[in-house]
């Protein structure tokens, strides 16, 4: 098939204003990729910014794959066709491998090739539609900071989420967001496999650790399970590190869909038991908006509270620790008279 360069003077993608091409001093894109029977095929993408938004046309062809090794750090590209774009280029960069942190792809783009983010060490955020069909072999190879994946899709609608995590053995976070609104997110705990020999018959038995295994066959004709979802969290009690759990929680009761009230309970039960956990893990990212959510549910108390303030102050979060002392007031005002912290303290 031929191969083509193309750089459009005004391209555009979902819920993002337009790429044009230009200079160092503007937004721009250029893309190398080829015809396929249904569509284009993008080989390689140049531009300025580390977070990618593609359009869903290229050169007035729908882009419906990303190619081979598209973005790793790999060089595959033909010298000649370096040397005859260099002008055209400019001064755009190869958008590949730790210069990548944010992907979107559009709806249209069903088939991600072989290795095709390889080694991309940097990428953090996968943005991709409910019509992926099959993302190649170890498409995430070294992907370790990849720990969110956005999916536009309904929560009850079919997508291909299922097997872009089965090339996902991490800690992932999925969205599923729908016209630009959060409608549920799941966390899918690591998991690991390994090969025993069962001698003398020289077979191989595989072993499976971690409930993230389990939580990745929680799919019905390619629809997500949520009250599957929700068994395997009394074992995932035994297994999982308190982090992950008070997350995998957290996500549920945020996002309630078909939630019931025994789970309900449960993951709550879990959350005021492990309250000044989740509290410093809030001021670690700096959420006062969870910290918020926690105390108007009742799950969250005053110790949690004051463990968080003195965590704040540990971490120089001088407006992190002034707002949990109001989040104090406001929900346990019957003992503020005794409060030993002032802002003298911080």
Known sequence: MAVHAFYPESVSAPGSPPFRQGGSGNIGMAFYWERTTGGARLLRAF????????PDEIDGV??????????????????????????????????????IEAVSLPDTVQKIGNLAFYNCTSLKVLTVGKHMESPGSDVFMNCQKLRRIILRCGVREKSGIRP????????????????????????????????????????????????????????????????????????????????????????????PTDLSATARE????????????????????RDMEQVRFLCENGWMGREALEQGILAAGKADWAKGAAGLLRLKEEFFPQEIQSDPYTFDDF
Request: some cysteine; hydrophobic content about 40%; glycine content about 4%.
């Open 164 to 255: 872009i995590l089965s090339r996902i053995s991490w800690e992932i976070l999925i969205t599923f967001q729908k016209d630009k609104n959060t409608e549920a997110e799941l966390l899918f705990p690591e998991y690991y496999e390994s090969y025993d020999e069962i001698a003398p018959a020289h077979l191989f038995g595989r072993s499976v650790t971690g409930e993230g295994f389990r939580a990745r066959q929680c799919f019905k004709d390619n629809v997500t399970d949520f009250a599957q979802y929700d068994l395997i969290f009394p074992k995932a009690c035994v297994e999982e590190p308190v982090g992950t759990l008070c997350r995998f929680a957290l996500c549920r009761l945020r996002y």
């Open 62 to 99: 729908p882009l419906t794959e990303i190619g081979a090794y598209c973005f790793s750090e790999s060089r595959h590209l033909p010298d000649t066709f370096l040397r005859s774009q260099t002008e055209e280029l400019d001064d755009m960069r190869e958008l590949s491998g730790r210069y």
């Open 266 to 285: 449960r993951y709550a039960s879990f959350l005021r038991e492990h309250d000044a956990v989740l509290c410093r893990m809030a001021v670690e990212a």
């Open 47 to 54: 531009g300025f910014a580390s977070s990618v938004v593609l």
